[in-house]
Protein backbone atom coordinates (compact mmCIF):
# COMPACT_ATOMS: atom_id res chain seq x y z
CA UNK A 1 0.00 0.00 0.00
CA UNK A 2 3.07 2.53 0.69
CA UNK A 3 3.90 2.10 -3.08
CA UNK A 4 0.10 2.42 -4.32
CA UNK A 5 0.01 5.77 -1.97
CA UNK A 6 3.11 7.14 -3.64
CA UNK A 7 2.86 6.41 -6.69
CA UNK A 8 -0.30 7.95 -6.38
CA UNK A 9 1.04 11.08 -5.29
CA UNK A 10 3.79 11.32 -8.10
CA UNK A 11 1.60 10.72 -10.91
CA UNK A 12 -0.91 13.32 -9.45
CA UNK A 13 2.06 15.99 -8.57
CA UNK A 14 4.45 15.12 -11.50
CA UNK A 15 2.31 16.43 -13.92
CA UNK A 16 1.42 19.64 -12.71
CA UNK A 17 3.89 22.69 -13.70
CA UNK A 18 4.29 24.80 -10.45
CA UNK A 19 5.48 21.55 -8.27
CA UNK A 20 9.31 21.09 -8.69
CA UNK A 21 10.21 18.87 -7.00
CA UNK A 22 9.07 15.45 -4.67
CA UNK A 23 11.03 13.66 -1.81
CA UNK A 24 10.27 11.04 0.87
CA UNK A 25 12.05 10.53 4.25
CA UNK A 26 11.98 7.99 7.59
CA UNK A 27 11.68 4.53 6.82
CA UNK A 28 10.95 4.37 3.60
CA UNK A 29 13.79 6.71 2.66
CA UNK A 30 15.94 4.57 4.27
CA UNK A 31 14.70 1.30 3.23
CA UNK A 32 13.36 0.24 6.60
CA UNK A 33 9.65 0.68 6.45
CA UNK A 34 7.39 -2.17 7.99
CA UNK A 35 3.55 -2.77 8.89
CA UNK A 36 4.44 0.39 11.00
CA UNK A 37 5.55 2.44 8.83
CA UNK A 38 4.14 5.88 7.96
CA UNK A 39 4.93 8.06 4.64
CA UNK A 40 6.45 11.31 5.13
CA UNK A 41 6.38 12.89 1.72
CA UNK A 42 7.55 16.49 0.68
CA UNK A 43 6.47 18.89 -2.38
CA UNK A 44 8.74 21.97 -3.45
CA UNK A 45 5.93 24.22 -5.06
CA UNK A 46 5.39 27.47 -6.43
CA UNK A 47 4.96 30.09 -3.64
CA UNK A 48 1.38 30.91 -4.92
CA UNK A 49 0.72 27.11 -5.26
CA UNK A 50 0.71 25.64 -1.13
CA UNK A 51 -3.19 25.25 -1.41
CA UNK A 52 -3.46 24.19 -4.64
CA UNK A 53 -0.92 21.45 -4.33
CA UNK A 54 -3.39 20.12 -1.50
CA UNK A 55 -5.76 20.34 -3.31
CA UNK A 56 -4.39 18.29 -5.87
CA UNK A 57 -2.49 15.76 -3.11
CA UNK A 58 -5.78 14.85 -1.71
CA UNK A 59 -7.72 14.30 -4.63
CA UNK A 60 -5.52 11.86 -5.62
CA UNK A 61 -5.13 10.15 -2.23
CA UNK A 62 -9.37 9.99 -2.30
CA UNK A 63 -8.85 8.43 -5.39
CA UNK A 64 -7.55 4.85 -3.35
CA UNK A 65 -10.59 5.42 -0.92
CA UNK A 66 -12.03 7.54 1.71
CA UNK A 67 -9.93 9.97 3.40
CA UNK A 68 -10.78 9.56 7.17
CA UNK A 69 -8.47 12.01 8.97
CA UNK A 70 -7.14 15.40 7.59
CA UNK A 71 -5.17 17.28 10.59
CA UNK A 72 -2.86 20.32 9.87
CA UNK A 73 0.27 19.89 12.12
CA UNK A 74 2.04 23.64 10.88
CA UNK A 75 1.37 26.48 8.64
CA UNK A 76 3.78 29.35 8.02
CA UNK A 77 5.32 30.94 5.67
CA UNK A 78 7.92 28.18 4.78
CA UNK A 79 6.51 25.17 5.09
CA UNK A 80 3.28 23.62 5.59
CA UNK A 81 2.09 20.20 7.22
CA UNK A 82 -0.88 18.12 6.94
CA UNK A 83 -1.44 14.89 8.28
CA UNK A 84 -3.95 12.26 5.69
CA UNK A 85 -5.47 8.93 6.58
CA UNK A 86 -7.10 6.58 4.40
CA UNK A 87 -10.14 4.82 5.26
CA UNK A 88 -9.59 0.98 5.14
CA UNK A 89 -5.87 1.30 5.28
CA UNK A 90 -3.70 0.46 8.52
CA UNK A 91 -3.69 2.88 11.44
CA UNK A 92 -0.19 3.36 11.28
CA UNK A 93 -0.24 4.59 7.39
CA UNK A 94 -0.70 8.12 7.91
CA UNK A 95 0.38 10.02 5.30
CA UNK A 96 2.77 13.12 6.37
CA UNK A 97 2.26 15.83 3.38
CA UNK A 98 4.65 18.48 4.11
CA UNK A 99 5.09 21.47 1.08
CA UNK A 100 7.59 23.95 1.12
CA UNK A 101 8.02 26.81 -1.72
CA UNK A 102 10.06 27.20 -4.62
CA UNK A 103 12.64 27.57 -4.30
CA UNK A 104 12.61 25.94 -0.78
CA UNK A 105 13.89 27.69 2.80
CA UNK A 106 14.95 25.13 4.41
CA UNK A 107 18.04 22.34 3.52
CA UNK A 108 18.95 19.06 3.83
CA UNK A 109 22.15 18.14 5.43
CA UNK A 110 23.99 15.40 3.81
CA UNK A 111 24.75 12.75 6.26
CA UNK A 112 22.26 14.06 8.45
CA UNK A 113 19.27 13.95 6.54
CA UNK A 114 18.31 11.01 5.14
CA UNK A 115 15.78 11.19 1.99
CA UNK A 116 14.63 9.44 -1.57
CA UNK A 117 14.15 11.84 -4.61
CA UNK A 118 11.27 10.91 -6.16
CA UNK A 119 11.59 13.47 -9.15
CA UNK A 120 13.67 17.23 -9.03
CA UNK A 121 12.19 18.52 -12.20
CA UNK A 122 14.61 21.87 -11.91
CA UNK A 123 18.05 19.87 -10.69
CA UNK A 124 18.30 22.61 -7.83
CA UNK A 125 17.04 20.37 -5.24
CA UNK A 126 20.11 19.78 -3.40
CA UNK A 127 21.75 18.48 -0.35
CA UNK A 128 23.91 21.30 1.26
CA UNK A 129 27.11 20.20 3.57
CA UNK A 130 27.03 22.16 7.33
CA UNK A 131 30.45 23.00 7.90
CA UNK A 132 31.06 21.53 11.38
CA UNK A 133 31.31 23.12 14.53
CA UNK A 134 34.22 23.08 17.10
CA UNK A 135 33.09 20.43 19.59
CA UNK A 136 35.41 20.59 22.98
CA UNK A 137 34.55 17.71 24.46
CA UNK A 138 35.95 18.71 28.16
CA UNK A 139 33.77 22.13 28.23
CA UNK A 140 30.60 20.16 26.84
CA UNK A 141 31.17 17.23 29.41
CA UNK A 142 31.59 19.61 32.35
CA UNK A 143 28.75 21.60 31.02
CA UNK A 144 26.84 18.46 31.05
CA UNK A 145 27.61 17.52 34.53
CA UNK A 146 27.43 20.68 36.10
CA UNK A 147 23.63 20.71 34.76
CA UNK A 148 23.36 17.76 36.60
CA UNK A 149 24.65 19.35 39.92
CA UNK A 150 22.36 22.56 39.22
CA UNK A 151 19.07 20.45 38.48
CA UNK A 152 20.17 17.76 41.10
CA UNK A 153 18.47 19.49 44.10
CA UNK A 154 14.92 20.18 42.26
CA UNK A 155 14.61 16.75 41.42
CA UNK A 156 15.24 15.56 44.81
CA UNK A 157 13.04 18.21 46.95
CA UNK A 158 9.71 17.83 44.23
CA UNK A 159 10.17 13.74 45.41
CA UNK A 160 10.31 14.87 49.20
CA UNK A 161 7.57 17.36 48.68
CA UNK A 162 5.33 13.97 46.75
CA UNK A 163 5.61 16.04 43.53
CA UNK A 164 6.37 13.02 41.05
CA UNK A 165 5.22 14.82 37.88
CA UNK A 166 7.32 17.72 38.84
CA UNK A 167 10.59 16.06 39.95
CA UNK A 168 10.04 13.90 36.59
CA UNK A 169 10.19 16.90 34.42
CA UNK A 170 13.84 18.10 36.05
CA UNK A 171 14.93 14.59 35.74
CA UNK A 172 14.34 14.37 31.95
CA UNK A 173 16.05 17.68 31.56
CA UNK A 174 18.90 16.27 32.56
CA UNK A 175 18.50 13.33 30.44
CA UNK A 176 18.17 15.62 27.47
CA UNK A 177 21.20 17.23 28.35
CA UNK A 178 23.33 14.04 27.70
CA UNK A 179 21.23 13.56 24.62
CA UNK A 180 22.64 16.53 23.89
CA UNK A 181 25.82 16.24 24.05
CA UNK A 182 26.62 12.87 22.65
CA UNK A 183 24.40 14.36 19.67
CA UNK A 184 27.63 17.45 19.26
CA UNK A 185 30.20 14.92 20.49
CA UNK A 186 28.82 12.53 16.97
CA UNK A 187 28.80 15.56 14.80
CA UNK A 188 24.76 15.97 14.92
CA UNK A 189 24.34 19.31 15.99
CA UNK A 190 21.58 19.80 13.29
CA UNK A 191 19.57 17.21 15.19
CA UNK A 192 19.52 19.14 18.94
CA UNK A 193 15.93 19.89 18.94
CA UNK A 194 15.22 16.06 17.94
CA UNK A 195 15.14 15.07 21.59
CA UNK A 196 14.25 11.81 21.85
CA UNK A 197 13.30 11.12 17.86
CA UNK A 198 15.63 9.30 15.87
CA UNK A 199 17.39 8.23 19.67
CA UNK A 200 18.28 4.80 18.14
CA UNK A 201 19.08 6.05 14.78
CA UNK A 202 21.30 8.18 16.12
CA UNK A 203 23.02 6.89 19.22
CA UNK A 204 22.62 3.22 18.69
CA UNK A 205 25.83 2.35 21.45
CA UNK A 206 23.94 4.17 23.75
CA UNK A 207 20.01 3.65 22.66
CA UNK A 208 19.42 1.15 25.40
CA UNK A 209 20.97 2.97 28.19
CA UNK A 210 18.29 5.83 27.58
CA UNK A 211 15.32 3.77 27.33
CA UNK A 212 17.19 2.40 30.92
CA UNK A 213 17.01 5.55 32.07
CA UNK A 214 14.10 7.39 30.63
CA UNK A 215 11.63 4.59 31.51
CA UNK A 216 11.39 5.39 35.35
CA UNK A 217 8.85 4.98 37.56
CA UNK A 218 8.31 7.66 40.51
CA UNK A 219 9.42 4.94 43.19
CA UNK A 220 12.70 4.93 41.40
CA UNK A 221 13.57 8.40 40.76
CA UNK A 222 15.97 9.26 43.34
CA UNK A 223 18.22 5.82 42.95
CA UNK A 224 18.48 6.70 39.12
CA UNK A 225 19.34 9.71 39.33
CA UNK A 226 22.62 8.67 41.54
CA UNK A 227 23.13 6.09 38.65
CA UNK A 228 22.14 8.82 36.41
CA UNK A 229 25.72 10.81 37.85
CA UNK A 230 27.75 7.59 37.48
CA UNK A 231 26.88 6.88 34.25
CA UNK A 232 27.66 10.28 32.76
CA UNK A 233 30.98 10.62 34.47
CA UNK A 234 31.69 8.28 32.13
CA UNK A 235 30.61 9.21 29.09
Known sequence: MLDTILKTIREAAESQVFV???????SVAQGESDEYSDL???LEVDPDKV??????VKNALATIGPINLEYEVHKDNDQ?????HIEGTSEFLTIDVNVQPFPGTSGFDEGVDIINIIFNKD??????????????EKASKQRMLDYYR?????????IRRNKPIEAKIYYDNIVEMAIKYL????QLDAKLSYNHKHLHRDLPDQA???EYFIFVQPGELEAKLGELAEWLKNL
Do not use: C
Not at 51 to 56: A, G, L, P, Q
Not at 150 to 158: E, F, H, I, Q, Y
Not at 183 to 186: D, L, P, Q
Open 183 to 186: RRKN
Open 20 to 26: HALWVEG
Open 123 to 136: AKFKFYKSEPKVFN
Open 150 to 158: AMRPNVLKN
Open 208 to 210: QKF
Open 40 to 42: DVW
Open 51 to 56: DETYKV
Open 80 to 84: RHIIY
